[in-house]
T-cell receptor, first 112, second 114 residues
Framework: DAGVIQSPRHEVTEMGQEVTLRCKPI?????LFWYRQTMMRGLELLIY????????DSGMPEDRFSAKMPNASFSTLKIQPSEPRDSAVYFC??????????FGQGTRLTVV | GENVEQHPSTLSVQEGDSAVIKCTYSDSASNYFPWYKQELGKRPQLIIDIRSNVGEKKDQRIAVTLNKTAKHFSLHITETQPEDSAVYFC?????????????FGTGTRLLVSP
């Protein structure tokens, strides 16, 4: 089991550009979570999906953020347009029922 | 919704000492309490967890205690080693939706000095 896989690991982009982060959950896990981590705000839950359906997106900071899960093995988090304050580490995590949430390695996003 | 508070924000100990990190939660329906360790530049990794039907759980040098009445839980690390240095996060979940939506504390930076 390769665990939760995120790509890219690092992303540097200019303000105003579109950024797409990708996540492949652990096979068999039916819940997927997107988190953002910054020094100031810690680990924030942005959105989560259950069986590919978005359940709660109340943590998404602005309309510039959107997330999709077209199938059980793939999810994207998109920021359009990006801003410097979006710079953070974005983690994806997956779980299934009572099993433990497992995190991907994260994407470090820098918006200049 | 759930709110998790974590203390202290930083903790410095000497190698071999014990370290205790405390968390409180607000939602009495919460029934699952994991602890994650995050080393610099790496992902949070689960180190121990406890469910509400248990008051204490131990795994080698790590133990977690839960007081449901007071709505607080603690992480205890004994015989600390330099490799225990990391940021530790507590979390709570009600799990009433069939999956674990975790609310995290703000983290404790533990530094173990040799």
């Amino acid at each position: 089991d390769a665990g939760v896989i995120q790509s890219p690991r690092h992303e540097v982009t200019e303000m105003g550009q579109e950024v797409t982060l990708r996540c492949k959950p652990i096979s068999g896990h039916n819940s997927l979570f997107w988190y953002r981590q910054t020094m100031m705000r810690g680990l924030e839950l942005l959105i989560y999906f259950n069986n590919n359906v978005p359940i709660d997106d109340s943590g998404m900071p602005e309309d510039r953020f959107s997330a999709k899960m077209p199938n059980a093995s793939f999810s994207t988090l998109k920021i359009q347009p990006s801003e410097p304050r979006d710079s953070a580490v974005y983690f994806c995590a997956s779980t299934s029922g009572p099993s433990r949430n497992q995190f991907g390695q994260g994407t470090r996003l820098t918006v200049v | 919704g759930e709110n998790v508070e974590q203390h202290p924000s930083t903790l410095s100990v000497q190698e071999g000492d014990s370290a205790v990190i405390k968390c409180t939660y607000s939602d009495s329906a919460s029934n699952y309490f994991p602890w994650y360790k995050q080393e610099l530049g790496k992902r949070p990794q689960l180190i121990i967890d406890i469910r509400s039907n248990v008051g204490e759980k131990k795994d080698q040098r790590i133990a977690v205690t839960l007081n449901k009445t007071a709505k607080h839980f603690s992480l205890h690390i004994t015989e600390t080693q330099p490799e225990d240095s990391a940021v530790y996060f507590c979390a709570a979940s009600s799990g009433d939706t069939g999956f674990q939506k975790l609310v995290f504390g703000t983290g404790t930076r533990l530094l173990v000095s040799p």
